[in-house]
């Protein structure tokens, strides 16, 4: 019997189509390292993106990701820079790599502020493809602040807000951004039984008697400013804590300048 050319010609295909696969899979073991990678992935938490998918699929673990992510904040007022990928044939490129960073940014509010990252577009080769499951799209590092010796700084976190002083500097008044800001808060809390709770610290430049005395002017001097911005005075209690709580090591200026600092703590 005479054997069709068409149904040879559709074994050949399939049994090409096996073999390939066999290799892939049972040889290289490509099949089980994507399968282990993504499943390692899922079980982390890190968002997954879909082909030409703006937003993560949804993974019950990303609270314990993000958490994690949180907690390792870098240095006090470190940037967060999200890198969100794109590949060489999805849809809109770059603006959807941005996309992509924008619903993690978005997504680890209000723990961690929006102002506090930074996002960016990367193209990337990682075999992800039209109905190929599920991938990190993502990657995140931190970008250190640097700050001027006579710099100050408002750094915004899940519940506080830390006002950054220069050296030797007690008095905000001087500084128009932290003015403003110091108003826009005010104006939120104004209206709310809110209080306030306004701790100084120092470097440890100086003897501890006088650094408890120099983190107690500077908690002053910020509650000096809440008050004038219409905060009752009875719903803002001051401390010092000196140079006892440092954050940063002291033994450089950049570390020093991270430990003058007051942390306004808003209880609501």
Known sequence: MKIP????????????????????????????????????????GIPLFNWNAEKPVDNPKFADWKKALIETKGHQGDTLLVTGFFRENEANGEKLAIARATSIRDMLAPEFPSNR??????????????????????????????????????IESDKDVILLFPYNST????DPKVDAYLKELCEKNKATTSTFSVVGHTDDVGSSES???????????????????????TRITTNSKGESEPVAPNDNEEGRHQNRRVVITVNR
Do not use: P, Q
């Open 117 to 154: 990252v930074t996002l960016a577009a990367k193209l990337v080769d990682d075999g992800l493809s039209e109905g190929g499951g599920a991938k990190e799209s993502a990657e995140f590092s931190w970008l250190k602040m640097i700050l001027k010796k006579e710099d100050s700084a408002i």
């Open 211 to 233: 650094n408890l005395d120099f983190g107690a002017a500077r908690a002053k001097s910020v509650a000096k400013i809440l008050g004038s911005n219409g905060i009752e005075t």
């Open 171 to 174: 008095e905000k008044e001087r």
């Open 5 to 44: 050319l068409w149904l040879i010609g559709l074994l050949f295909a399939g049994y090409t189509a096996w073999c390939v696969n066999f290799w892939h899979c049972k040889v290289c073991h490509c099949c089980e390292d994507t399968t282990a990678a993504t499943n390692a992935a899922e079980a982390s």
